[in-house]
């Protein structure tokens, strides 16, 4: 087997040897598909050998939920058993999964500060695998959510961070509506709370970024269509660029 592979589209399309590599950590999933097919019981019990029974039947519990719910719990479990240290484990393991319990480890911790927890999650918003970035969001988007003029506040100076990957986290983490994610009420009912965070995007230079801001807009057009019709004038009138522009057009797509 090679790791220099093209990621199947298709659980059934996965060689045995890739899934089998995956799922003791070997190597790193290619594509989302991958990130799904994996067995996480098997990748626990490969990084964590001497897991005691009780946190290994909550590893197996977890496996028969949704994948966002398994992240969760699995995360919550290695984090009880394991304590901070298990998340410094984690985080510098190769597997792209292994760094994404450390994630909703951190998402699990109960005593930390939002500050904290957003210093906490940092590297891992901006860590190289795309399946870890997704990882971290989700991961702390319920805490956002629960303090969210203080996350705003927060992730302003992440809008201006060398790394596109950290800008996007600004806007993905929190999308009114979200990806796989309970929806943020506020944000549905007055999306103009994140104009901090969302003007100082509006030019990104990513595409990457762009497209998070355009999907960002695109969820607040469908409870607040003539707000994001407004915003994107406002954007367009001003001095823009390209990218502005590419933003709005992404924006107001399902908007007639």
Sequence with gaps: MTTARKGASRAADIPADVLRALSHGEI???TLTECLALNQAQ????????????????????????VLKRMKHIG??????????????CQAHHADTVRGWACF??????????????????PLA?????????WAWMAVRPHLSLELEAAIDHLVPWTAAPSERLRRFVSEALRPRGVWSAH???LKRQPQLA???????RAAPAAYVQDSVANW?????????????????????????EATHRICQRALRNLK
Aim: aromatic share 4%; charged share 15%; hydrophobic share 50%.
């Design 195 to 201: 104009l901090p965070i969302l003007t100082p995007l």
């Design 184 to 186: 943020i009420t506020a």
């Design 43 to 66: 990748l626990v019990r490969t990084v964590f050998p001497q897991l005691p029974a009780k946190a290994l039947q909550a590893v197996d519990t977890a496996c028969t939920l949704g």
């Design 105 to 122: 480890m951190i998402g699990a911790q109960p005593v930390l500060t939002l500050s904290e927890r957003l210093a906490a999650i940092r």
């Design 217 to 241: 807009l695109n969820d607040a057009a469908k409870d607040q269509p003539d707000w994001v019709r407004s915003l994107c004038a406002q954007w367009l009138q001003a001095p823009s660029t």
């Design 28 to 30: 790193a999933s290619a």
């Design 126 to 134: 901006d860590d190289a695998h795309f399946g870890v970035r997704e």
């Design 76 to 89: 919550a479990a290695l984090l009880e058993v394991l304590g901070t240290d298990g998340i410094a484990t």
